[in-house]
Structure formats: structure tokens, C-alpha cells
């Protein structure tokens, strides 16, 4: 049960609790959002199933990742070379503003992390959210156009396949 709490004031979010965001294999439990911390960052609790991953992109804003169960590749951008990470529960990723970077879980058991990030990163989502259901019938191709288009409006681009 999610209590109602004034602007401002400091709050607890109890396990399990917390705005959910599960759009187009997307898995997110909002910890903290930019409402909670005057518009500064937001955490996320991210669940990533066996295969599942996150394509790559970059944005404008730095963004760290902790690893809390599971394990992970990350890939990274590194000047002119990409390079993939592993990462076990208790690691942390910090990626860089304008880096490409992407993670999969190449494990049979579920990984999570918490992804914490500027208020413009939920922002992204938010947008996501409102406009997924008019996707229906679209082809997966098609949805990513539109996902990128919305990314575009907030700083995060998505590398082409390819």
C-alpha cells in the first residue's frame, strides 16, 4: 500500500512498494522519483530475466547501476572501443554522460539492479508508459522507431542494430 506523502517530506518506501513501470519487457519498480527528491535523481529497482537485455544507448547524464542479485555483462564505452564487463551482486557500474552502454543477463536466474539516474532518465519512461498503448499492431521495428523518438526528446539515443 503506497501512503501519501507531501512534497518535501522524508519518507520510507517499503520492500515491495513503489510505482511499477512494465512496458515492452521493461521491469522497473520506481524506489525513488524526481517528485520524491525535488526533480534531482531517481532509483529504480530493475528485474532482468534469463536472455533479457537492455539495447544500447546513451544520453546526456551520468547513470550508475548496483548490482543486487545475479550476474550481468555489461557493455561499455570506452573512448573508441567497446568492452564487455561481468558483474556480480555487489558490483556497481558507472557510465559515463554521452557513453553507449548496455547489459544482459546471460544467466539462467533472474539478476537485479538498482539503476539510479537525473529525473530526465524517468522522465523518459514516464513518456514510455503514457504512450505504449497505441502501439498495438505495430511491428517491433516500429515500436523502437517510436521508443526512440521519445528518447530523442529526452537526451537518450539508441544505437542502430547493426
Not at 520524491?36 to 532509483?43: A, S, Y
Not at 529504480?44 to 530475466?49: D, I, N, R, S, W
Not at 529525473?119 to 517491433?140: I, K, R, S, Y
Amino acid at each position: 500500500m503506497q501512503r501519501k506523502v507531501e512534497p518535501g517530506m522524508s519518507h520510507v518506501i517499503p520492500a515491495g512498494e513503489g510505482k511499477r513501470f512494465d512496458v515492452l519487457g521493461a521491469h522497473l519498480i520506481w524506489k525513488a522519483r524526481g517528485e520524491d527528491t525535488d526533480g534531482t535523481f531517481t532509483v529504480a529497482v530493475q528485474t532482468l530475466a534469463p536472455s533479457e537485455h537492455i539495447p544500447p544507448h546513451k544520453h546526456q547524464y551520468p547513470e550508475v547501476f548496483f548490482v543486487t542479485s545475479g550476474e550481468l555483462i555489461f557493455t561499455l564505452t570506452r573512448g573508441a572501443e567497446e568492452v564487455e564487463e561481468k558483474v556480480s551482486q555487489g558490483g556497481t557500474v558507472i557510465v559515463a554522460a554521452n557513453s553507449y552502454h548496455s547489459v544482459r543477463n546471460s544467466s539462467n536466474e533472474d539478476a537485479t539492479l538498482l539503476d539510479i539516474a537525473c529525473f530526465e532518465h524517468q522522465q523518459f519512461f514516464d513518456d514510455v508508459q503514457q504512450a505504449h498503448q497505441a502501439w498495438n499492431g505495430l511491428t517491433p521495428e516500429q515500436t523502437m522507431q517510436q521508443v526512440g523518438e521519445i528518447g530523442l526528446r529526452h537526451t537518450l539515443e539508441f544505437r542502430a542494430p547493426g
